[in-house]
C-alpha cells in the first residue's frame, strides 16, 4: 500500500503537504492540492483514519451506543437492522462511519458500561468520536441524561433526551397506535386487546397511550385485562395472545405494539383453531418485511425507517459542525390496511 511518504517524493512535495492535502485542504494551492490527489488515486492511496483524528482532534467515527450483544435479542429485530441501514447509509453521504462501542457485560471489562457512561464519554474525547448515537434497550434512564449533559453530540433514537448537543428521533408512536385502534373500532369491534412492548420503553408506552386515546374516543371502556405486555418479539406475541384467549369473554381484536408479536398472536389464534381475520382481527406495528408476506398479509402502522437515518445524521451533522442543536424529530406513521382485519 503506498505511504504518504512515497507520494511527496513523486509530487515533489513534502510530507507535511501531503497530510494538509487530505487533512486541511484549504491551506494547500488548488495546482499542487490537484497533483497530490491525482497521484494518490493512482496509487490507490487511502489516508489512515487514526493518524487523521489525531492530526485534526476529529474523526470521522459516529459511536454507537447500544446496551446489548450477541446474547440477546436486539440485533434479530428487523425494525432496528432496517433503521441501522438508514442510518449508516445517511451518514456516508456527510463521510462518516458507525462505530459500535462495547455495551453490557463486554463494556465491563474495557471500563464502560451504561452503568457507568462517563466510560463512554472518556472513551468518545479520548478517540476524538465525531459524536454518539444512543439507542434505548430499556436501560437506565440515567445513563442517557448523563449523555446528553456531557456536551458531546449526541442523538438518541426513539428515547427522549435534552442537553446543551443533544436531541432526539422519533416516531408518532401514540398517533400510530391511534390510528390502528380507530381502524378497528371502525370495523365495528368493540373487545379490543393490546400486546405492548416493555413497559418500560418509551415508544412502548406512547403506543398504549394512543390505544387507550381510541378506546375513549369511541366510548369504550378500557379494560386491564386487555393490556398484556411483550417485549417486541414474536414468542411473546404467542403468549401474549395465549392468555388473551384463555379470558371468559376473549377479544375480537388486538393490536400488537410489533409487527413480530403481531405474527406471533396471528400463530397464537391459528393453533387455537381461530381463523384471521373472520374470528379475530390483527393489526401490528412497524410494517417489516415480514408482514407483507404473512399469510393473511399484516395491516400495520408503517415507519419512516430511512427518515430515521436521515433525521439523525442531519442533527448529529448539525452539531458537529457548529450549525447548532436540532429539534427533536417526530416523524409521521401512515396506517397501511391489508388483509389480517377484514377490511
Known sequence: MATGREIAQLCGV????????????????EETRERVLRVARGLGYQPNESARALSTKQSTMIGLVWDTDHRRPGWRHPYLQDLLIGLKSALSVHGYHLLMLATSGDAREVGASLADPVGYVNMTRRHHLGGLVLIDSGSDAEAFEAFAQSGVPCVALDVAVDGPRATYVTSDNA????????????????RIATITGPPGNQPSRARVAGYRDALREAGLPPRDEYVVAGDFYRTSGTVAMQRLLALNEPPTAVFAASDEMAVGALLAARAAGLRVPDDLAIVGFDDIEIASVVDPALTTVAQDKPGFGVAAAKAIMAMITGAGREDPVILPTRLVVRDSCGA
Not at 507535511?16 to 484549504?26: D, G, I, K, L, Y
Open 175 to 190: 398517533g400510530g397506535a391511534r390510528a390502528a385502534t380507530r381502524h378497528l373500532t371502525g370495523l365495528g369491534h368493540t
Open 14 to 29: 513534502s510530507v507535511a503537504t501531503v497530510s494538509r492535502v487530505f487533512n486541511q485542504p484549504e491551506t494547500v494551492n
